[in-house]
């Protein structure tokens, strides 16, 4: 993966067949939905939720299969949600997929937090299996691939999730969560009323 300075932030150079979804600038090719506070904002090249911000903030284009590459900051407790194959409406950890995005090892969530709501997990269905959470304040590095009914999960560079979503057949789990067998949709950020920074966004079609 090769990288490049600019004006003292650290980039992605563009891999081959990967495409750029943030400017640096603004949110141009997102659309912002169910926006709290002040949504999303831009901070030095940063796309940042603010603690009393949030909202579903989704790409203009639609995707079926992908690899989604990103960077992400947590603060203690940081709490965010990736949506991929995600429609315009509902809740989409149900209407779509979650990939949850949490410092799920924070004091505030010991005790009741269950193991589809890890880092990393396809929300309240499928758990991560791996840790890979670079201590809170530092860039963490990850990629989502969507292949087909196959969810990975990289997390600075290990496999933390690789998921099979054929395999799920409870009647209740597709019920709730009619997502799971969306081909394609919209990928984004689904923020939830915490301060979660993000950078160097790119997504590659399969």
């Not at 560079?157 to 597709?174: F, H």
């Not at 009323?193 to 399969?206: D, M, P």
């Amino acid at each position: 993966m090769k990288l490049a300075i600019l004006a003292g932030f650290l980039f992605f150079a563009t891999d081959p067949g990967f495409k750029p979804l943030f400017n640096g600038k603004d949110l141009s090719g997102w659309t912002l939905l169910n926006k709290k506070g002040p949504g999303y904002v831009v901070q030095n090249g940063v796309l940042v939720c603010p603690e009393e911000g949030g909202g579903n903030l989704l790409t203009e284009e639609e995707f079926d299969n992908f690899i989604f590459r990103f960077e992400f900051k947590l603060t203690p407790g940081g709490n965010n949600g990736v949506g991929i194959r995600a429609p315009l409406a509902g809740d989409i950890a149900y209407s779509g997929m979650e990939i949850q995005i949490l410092d799920h090892g924070n004091e505030k969530y010991k005790g009741w937090l269950k193991p589809a709501q890890r880092h990393g997990s396809v929300y309240d269905v499928i758990p991560a299996s791996g840790e890979a959470l670079k201590p809170v304040g530092e860039w963490n590095v990850e990629e989502i691939t969507a292949n087909g009914p196959n969810i990975q999960v990289k997390l600075n560079g290990k496999v933390i999730t690789d998921a099979d979503l054929s395999t799920v057949s409870d009647p209740a789990i597709l019920k709730k969560h009619p997502g799971l067998q969306r081909k394609s949709g919209r990928v984004g950020f689904l923020g939830h009323g915490s301060h979660v920074e993000f950078r160097n966004i790119q997504i590659k079609r399969l």
